[in-house]
């Protein structure tokens, strides 16, 4: 069985055209810029501890925070001084390497 060629619209290679062999297409949407992660607060109700934040930045967000490169950081993370961590304090999560804000925060206020 042949599908019709009406209800197929195809996107050019090149995706500056409007017009494809006669036939009209809608322009694909282009992505916009992903909102940043918003922080996840967890209440312990009755222990007196409070809220606590669970957020957790990237490699390439704590490099922009500190205006310090990629590189940089990585450098640090691998880097002892003195049985020192240098730069500030991460977690990995499998292969994952994320930066606690509250971690973050001391690191940022401590220097």
Known sequence: MRASTDAIRMTPPNGSANQLDGQFFVEPEQPSKPLPPQPVRVSHAGNGHGVQSLRMYTEEQVADMLQ??????????????????????FRKIGRLVRYPESALLAYINSE
């Open 68 to 89: 310090v490169s990629l590189s940089q950081l990585r450098k640090w993370r691998m880097k002892k001084n003195g049985g020192k961590q240098l730069g500030p304090p």
